[in-house]
Structure formats: structure tokens, C-alpha cells
């Protein structure tokens, strides 16, 4: 009997698989299509076990679909711009090509052992100019359409590193990797319109029924529709050209609550004293320092200065209100302009506290009012009762007050009612090298002039350097100096390169036609399009989706994409992660010491005997050093261990754990399928026919009908769970060899997605003809299904205590007399009859004593 021996067969079957063209998609017309894409990966140079676990996933449902008559398009590629390419130049030298490329390599040489069906033909790096080049034309056919525009914006600048800073960037005031001061500045960019699909963004989120819950409530948060009044307070005492203040709120039921009015560090007003009053300038720079994240500013001391200016109450002429410069309002939502209601708003409560202002209450709760110790928030749904609202506002939700405020002031010509959206416009704009450059010159005498097609690509110079901070581009003069397009004249190209987000926006559509000449091909995008499966981290839920969603719609409305690629991803999976125990000591000055996993055993370090403290069920991470190297365990074990471990522990949206223990026991198992398989090859096997046959037959096939639902919910787990139930099956049953190879040839189908290598051993073994995968994917005969007895559980006064197997259609007499002829029924009856038995057709039979 032969081992299993993975490291010679998982080779073989990926040589035969790609010298057949096996995975290589075909645009066929006569076939369904299937497109699974798993979220492509950046590339640091090594894979992990969670891209083990993400394109394995991604596999099983293309192996699966192939199987089922589908044309399937799987393929890969790298999002290869950004800034850690930059930082290897800087820390280690060398160029931020030579890093990405030669990682791209390493990773790509790490993942085809693990089989998976990929098309590598399609294969692409965003920093392909190739790519960038097609990205930079659809840049100019949104420029063209209205959806990319340029405008003055604040934002976080790094004096040290010279270049912008996301908001996630900026800790405690400081650049992420060079400590210094961030700085607020007004700096002209590049926009995508993406608000002026706010409100359809929101509404298709509904159609988006094989999306995650989850994702479709953060996306919905972050989009943020709210409904408001927009007034214009008159002002007392302001610059000329300050008469008014535009204020938008949500809450125009609290009104008659508001004791101040406040302004943005950054509305134009306060600009203006900026300049006027030192005071404000040295207030207003100490705002611009802290972070400009809303959770930065929530958790920030909340400050204000008085301007001196008042502004009148809207309601009540008699009525006027201090305005302050507050550094926790933003510029770019609303109007950069708030009134504050203290007794209804938490950061309004704390402000007024500080500077004592009034807190004045507008309503109470409906029962058990309580004085106001701290602002009263209720629910959104939650009555309360107005002590100072509008006309028949007695008992309301504040939902309700809501909508009556706003038509009250417009009735009385106070403001309109508003929707507004929390999604603001898509900066684009990075001062950095490695990325696509942006394709527009800056002409003198023409103003911003779009490159012509076909300059295109506007390709990266490679002699650049990172001795100095800041964007070679800057510093580079060949490249940057360059002719106006429009009139010839002496130009400068824009040094700012693209937003990595934009290369990850349509990297899908690309795939689809990836050596095409334009973005895409009318009718490759039209046969492959939409995504049938996407598969990726729950870390991706907001921007990347909500950008890509946004820029298939802007690809429709260039010409790019077909209208129904609109909404790019049918279905979405968000797997969970793979994780593992933290092993740590502690040094002399009681530091955490990390180790790794292979260098502890029984939880003692195998070089030195020391315990080891040990934490469950971490991520794993470079820095805690409790990674497991997929390639070890390819070494070892061989990639369909892998592959199973990962597929077969919890359901795939939730974590699982690795250890080498479940390791160990996924390789024992596959080795066992392959001994039970050599051994049905070898003749073992009852006589032909019989109900034996029929029991296999009949297991196979629920096994089948299973496996299958099992695979379409991604519900991969429970798929292994009847791969496990029907080989033990197979393992004890007495059936003839005709049945038992027959029943291992469709085990090897129904194993085949998740351990292709082993599954392509057995169907070979069974005399399958082709590949596994390439085989019709079985089909479970619903005769077969219908079970003929049914096994019921007997409770003796309430406690399950035996069992009986019975005719499906017996009638329930006859049960009765199985049920009271049952050992363990006669012996607790003790001759006696029962008070009550009771069947329950096909359920349960209950035995009163």
C-alpha cells in the first residue's frame, strides 16, 4: 500500500493543471459565467495563514463552480503603490520598484504551491504602467465628465516628511513616522465627486441582499444621511461681509435651547479674525495641532474663545447669543457652523460647563424626569415631553419634533429643510512618488491643462532618490518640466500622485480584459462583469467597497462599464481571521519578551526550559511573533492540510484558531482518506449488491445533497463535517467493491474544492477519467433522500432514556408494541402498564410511568 506522500503529488497535479490550461478563463457564450475574486494583496513580501485561509475560500467556490458547467473567471493580481514601498527606499536604500517587484515575486512563488485555480495569465501590479496608464485615461474621461475637480482643502502636513497626512496618521498631534508637530494647511487638490452620489450610494444598499448586515450598516453610517433645518443667523457686531451665519442642524426641535453659536477653526469668519487678531491666530493654531478625526476631537478637552460677536435668535429678535471659535466642530460637514443646545447634547454640555453658560432644557423625559445633572439624550424613538418646544409639541419622539421644527421655521420663513450627507468628496491627491501620477500640466499661460491620450502613460521617472524628505517628483526637473499640451509653451506637470484607494477602486473591471489597450473591453466587461463572489477582510467594509461601488458608477457613466456593473459585487464574504496563542516572557526590567511558535513546547522554551505565558486566540502578528509560516506547513505537511485545517475548524466568517495539534490531525485524516482509497483499489469489499450497496448508495447521496447546500451558503465547515461523516461510512461499511469505489470517486468530487492535490490522487485511483475538476459535479438523487425508517427517542417521564428504528408510514400501535417490548421500557414498567404512551409520528415517543 502506498503513503501519502503530498510532497511529490501536489507538484505533479499543478504541472499537469497548468501545462492543460485548466484554469486559464474562457469567454464562452455557451456557458454560464462565474467571477470570484478574493481581495487582492498588498505585497510585504510574505504570505500568512489569513491569505491562506481568504484564497483558499476563493478557491473551493471556483473549483466548486467550474465543476458546474461555469466559464469561471478567478484571477490575481498585487495592489502594489503606496507609501511602505517608499519607506523600505528610505530606511534600506534601493528603489521602491526593485522592493515591490521582488516581493511580488516571492509572494507569488509562496502561493502557487497551495494549487490554487488561479489564472496567472491575468495577472497585474498596479505600478504596471500598463495599468496606471489605463487608471490615468479614465482620470481624464472623469475630468471631462464633471466627476474630478480641484479645490483649496485643509489638511494634515508632516514638515519633517513634507507630505500629507491621512487622519488615521496623525497620533497625538504628531506625524505617524516622523514625531513632528502636524500642521494645518490650506493646500489645492484633486477631488472626486463621489457626494453627488451620496444619496444613491445609500439607496442601493438595500439591493445588496448577499452583502453582510454588518457592511451595509457601516457603509450606510458612513454615508450618513441626516435630515435638518439650514437657517442663517444675523450677526451683531461682525466684519463687513459676516452678516450672516449659516448654521445647518439635525435638531432644530432644541432651538429654543441654544445658548451659544459656534464656528470651525477653519469657516471663513474665523480665517478672517485670523489674520486681523493675534489671539485668534495663536487660538486658532493651537486648534489646527490636535487631531482631525471626529474621535480625535471627541475625546479632545473641548475649548472655545469668544469672538465677541452675538448673533440674533432666529425666534426671538429680542434674543441674542455669544459666538465662539470651538476646536471641536468640523469645517466640512454642514456649514462649519453650529448653534449649542447644553441640556440635549454632551459636547455641548461640557463646552457650556466650562465657559459657564446657560443649559437651558427644551424637553424631559415622558416619566421620571430628573434634573439636569448631565445632558439628556434620549433614544431616537424614545417620548419625551417639551417644556420649551413649538406649538402642539406636548408629548412627541423626538423624530416627530423634528419634522414639526422644520416645517414651523419654514413657514415662517426661517431656513428650509435640508438632507444632508456626512460622505464628503474623495481627495485624491498624496504628495509622494510611488504612485500613478496624476496626468494634467500646469500650463502659465493655460491654466490646468489635461496630458493628451496618447502621452499616455505618464510613466514614474526611475531616477529618483529618498535621501531628503519630501516628493523626488519635486526635486526630479526633466520630469517635471514638460510642454503644454494645449500651446507647446514651457509647462510643469503635477507632481502629486494618486490616492492608492483609486488603484483598488477598479482593479476588478481590469481583470476582465487585463492586457487591453483601454480600461476595459465592451465586450469582455459585458460577458464577466459583475463580481459573482467577492471575498475579503471586514477591515475593508467602508472605504474600499464604498469607493469601488462609486467608481464603477463613474466607469458606466464614462463609457467603461456596462449599466449593470453599476453595483461591481453581487455577493460579498467577509472571512474571519486566522489567529494563535501569544507566547511571552519577561525580560529583567519586565518587558514582554515574544517567541515563536515552533520555539516552545509543552509551554516551556525548548532551548532553555522556561515557562512561557501563553494568550489564546490572538491575531497574528509580526511583532508578537505568533505567525505560523504557510510555507513550513507546505513543507511539512503539504498544502491540502493547509487548506483543510482553515476550511474545516468554525465558520469561515468567524476566527479560527491554529495549532499544530489541529495541524497534525487535519494531515492524519487525509492520509487515512488515501489508505481507505489504496485499499478499494486493492479489491477490498463485500458481495455485489444487497442492502449494504444500498445503505453506501443512499449515504453518498445525502452526503451529496449536502455537501452541495453546504458550499453555496458558505457554510464550508459543515461541508468538511460530511466529508468526515461519509468517509467513516465508507471506512465501516461492508458494501462490494463496485459500490465502495464508486462511493470514493464521488468523495473525491465532493473533497475536491478544498484538497484538490489528494482529491486528483483518489479520482485517478478510481479510475476517474480527466481531472476531478474538470468532472460534471454530482447530483444527488432525490428517491434516494427519502429516509424509509425514522429512529425515536423515548422519554420516561420527561428523561430520554432509549430509542427505537421504525418504518417511516408505521402505523403508531404497532410502534406502541415495539416501544413497550424495549428493554429498557419492560424493565422500568416492571410488568405494570403505563399511565400514558404517547407517539409522536416521526418525532419522539413519551412513556408515563
Known amino acids: 500500500m502506498s503513503r501519502y506522500e503530498p510532497s511529490q503529488s501536489e507538484a505533479k497535479w499543478q504541472q499537469a493543471w497548468d501545462a492543460a490550461g485548466v484554469f486559464t478563463a474562457r469567454r464562452d457564450p455557451a456557458k454560464p459565467k462565474y467571477y470570484v475574486l478574493e481581495m487582492f494583496p498588498y505585497p510585504s513580501g510574505r504570505i500568512h495563514m489569513g491569505h491562506v485561509r481568504n484564497y483558499t475560500m476563493g478557491d473551493v467556490v471556483a473549483r466548486y463552480k467550474m465543476s458546474c458547467g461555469y466559464s469561471v473567471l478567478h484571477p490575481m493580481g498585487w495592489d502594489a503603490f503606496g507609501m511602505p514601498a517608499e519607506n523600505a527606499a528610505m530606511e534600506r536604500g534601493g528603489h521602491p520598484k526593485d522592493w515591490t517587484y521582488g516581493n511580488i515575486a516571492d509572494m507569488r512563488g509562496q502561493m502557487k504551491p497551495l494549487g490554487l485555480s488561479i489564472d496567472w495569465s491575468r495577472e497585474f501590479a498596479t505600478c504596471d504602467p500598463e495599468y496606471y496608464g489605463q487608471q490615468q485615461a479614465m482620470f481624464l474621461d472623469m475630468l471631462e465628465a464633471g466627476l474630478v475637480y480641484r479645490k483649496s482643502a485643509m489638511v494634515n502636513w508632516d514638515p519633517v516628511d513634507m507630505t500629507v497626512l491621512a ?22 487638490q484633486w477631488f472626486f465627486r463621489i457626494s453627488d452620489y451620496a444619496g444613491e450610494l445609500l439607496a442601493a444598499l438595500d439591493g445588496l441582499q448577499d452583502w453582510p448586515e454588518k457592511v451595509r450598516t457601516m457603509q450606510a453610517n458612513w454615508i450618513g444621511q441626516s435630515r435638518g433645518l439650514q437657517f442663517a443667523f444675523g450677526t451683531i457686531g461682525a466684519p463687513e461681509g459676516f452678516d450672516r451665519l449659516e448654521v445647518y442642524t439635525t435638531r432644530p426641535d432644541t432651538l429654543l435651547g441654544a445658548s451659544f453659536a459656534a464656528i470651525s477653526p477653519d469657516h471663513p469668519l474665523a480665517r478672517h479674525l485670523e489674520r486681523h487678531d493675534p489671539k485668534v491666530a495663536e487660538f486658532v493654531a493651537e ?42 466642530i468640523l ?42 445633572s448631565e445632558a439628556f439624550v434620549p433614544m431616537k424613538s ?10 402642539g409639541e406636548a408629548v412627541q419622539t423626538g423624530e416627530a419634533a423634528v419634522a414639526a421644527a422644520i416645517t414651523l421655521c419654514e413657514a415662517n420663513g426661517i431656513g428650509r429643510g435640508v438632507t444632508n450627507y456626512r460622505l464628503r468628496d474623495w481627495g485624491l491627491s498624496r504628495q509622494r512618488y510611488w504612485g500613478c501620477p496624476i496626468p494634467v500640466v500646469h500650463c502659465p499661460d493655460c491654466g490646468v491643462v489635461p496630458e493628451r491620450k496618447e502621452n499616455l502613460p505618464v510613466r514614474l521617472p526611475e531616477d529618483v532618490t529618498f535621501e531628503q524628505a519630501g516628493n523626488p517628483l519635486d526635486r526630479h526637473p526633466t520630469w517635471r518640466n514638460c510642454a503644454c499640451p494645449q500651446c507647446g509653451g514651457a509647462a510643469r506637470r503635477e507632481t502629486d500622485t494618486m490616492d492608492t484607494f483609486v488603484d483598488s477602486s477598479w482593479y476588478y ?37 464604498l469607493y469601488s461601488r462609486f467608481f464603477a458608477r463613474a466607469m458606466v457613466k464614462t463609457g467603461h462599464l456596462p449599466a449593470k456593473a453599476a453595483e461591481p459585487f453581487n455577493a460579498l464574504f467577509t472571512q474571519g481571521m486566522v489567529t494563535h496563542e501569544i507566547y511571552m516572557t519577561r525580560d529583567a526590567q519586565g518587558r514582554p519578551v515574544y517567541h515563536l511558535p515552533e520555539d516552545v513546547e509543552n509551554g516551556t522554551l525548548r532551548a532553555t526550559g522556561e515557562a512561557v505565558e501563553i494568550i489564546p486566540s490572538a491575531k497574528m502578528s509580526k511583532s508578537k511573533k505568533n505567525v505560523v509560516d504557510p510555507m513550513n506547513i507546505i513543507r511539512d505537511f503539504g498544502a491540502d492540510t493547509a487548506r483543510w485545517f482553515v476550511m474545516s475548524d468554525s ?104 484538497v484538490p492535490h489528494l482529491a486528483e490522487d483518489v479520482w485517478a ?40 428504528t421504525v418504518p417511516k408510514d408505521m402505523p403508531a400501535s404497532e410502534v406502541e408494541k415495539i416501544v413497550l417490548a424495549d428493554e429498557t421500557v419492560a424493565k422500568v414498567l416492571a410488568g405494570q402498564a403505563p399511565k400514558k404512551l404517547i407517539v409522536v409520528p416521526g418525532r419522539i415517543v413519551n412513556v408515563v410511568v
Open 651 to 754: 465558520p469561515p466568517e468567524r476566527d479560527v484558531e491554529w495549532t499544530a495539534s489541529g495541524a497534525e490531525a487535519a494531515n492524519k485524516f487525509l492520509a487515512r482518506v488515501w489508505r481507505i482509497a489504496t485499499e478499494i483499489a486493492e479489491g477490498a469489499g463485500g458481495e455485489a449488491g444487497g442492502a449494504d450497496d444500498l445503505a453506501l448508495i443512499k449515504a453518498t447521496h445525502k452526503a451529496v445533497d449536502e455537501i452541495t447546500r453546504s458550499i453555496d451558503s458558505f457554510a464550508f465547515n459543515k461541508a468538511v463535517a460530511k466529508i468526515y461523516e461519509l468517509t467513516n461510512t465508507l471506512s465501516k461499511s461492508a458494501a462490494s467493491n463496485a459500490a465502495r469505489r464508486e462511493a470514493m470517486r464521488t468523495l473525491a468530487q465532493l473533497m475536491g474544492p478544498m
Open 331 to 372: 469645517m466640512d460637514y454642514g456649514t462649519g457652523a453650529i448653534f449649542g443646545c447644553p441640556a440635549h447634547d454632551a459636547r455641548d454640555f461640557e463646552f457650556a460647563t466650562k465657559y459657564g453658560l446657560p443649559i437651558n432644557a427644551v424637553f424631559e423625559a415622558e416619566t421620571d424626569p430628573q434634573p439636569l
Open 167 to 188: 487622519n488615521e496618521q496623525v497620533i497625538d498631534g504628531k506625524g505617524w513616522r516622523s514625531g513632528a508637530v502636524v500642521e494645518r494647511r490650506e493646500l489645492v
Open 765 to 804: 485511483l478510481m479510475g476517474g477519467a480527466g481531472f476531478v475538476v474538470q468532472a460534471a459535479w454530482p447530483k444527488a438523487d432525490p428517491a434516494l433522500l427519502v429516509e424509509d425508517s425514522v429512529t425515536l427517542p423515548i422519554q420516561i417521564n420527561g428523561k430520554r432514556r432509549s430509542e427505537v
Open 509 to 545: 473591471a481590469r481583470f476582465t480584459a487585463p492586457r487591453a489597450t483601454t480600461p476595459t473591453v465592451a465586450e469582455d466587461a459585458d460577458y464577466w462583469m459583475n463580481v459573482d463572489q467577492y471575498i475579503g477582510g471586514i477591515e475593508h467594509a467602508i472605504l474600499h467597497l
Open 382 to 391: 424614545e417620548r419625551v415631553r417639551y417644556v420649551r418646544g413649538f406649538a
Open 287 to 328: 486648534c489646527r495641532r490636535i487631531g482631525t478625526t471626529e474621535e480625535a476631537l471627541e475625546k479632545a478637552e473641548k475649548r472655545g474663545m469668544d469672538t465677541g460677536i452675538r448673533v440674533r435668535h432666529p425666534l426671538d429678535e429680542g434674543w441674542d447669543l455669544p459666538v465662539y471659535i470651538a476646536n471641536f
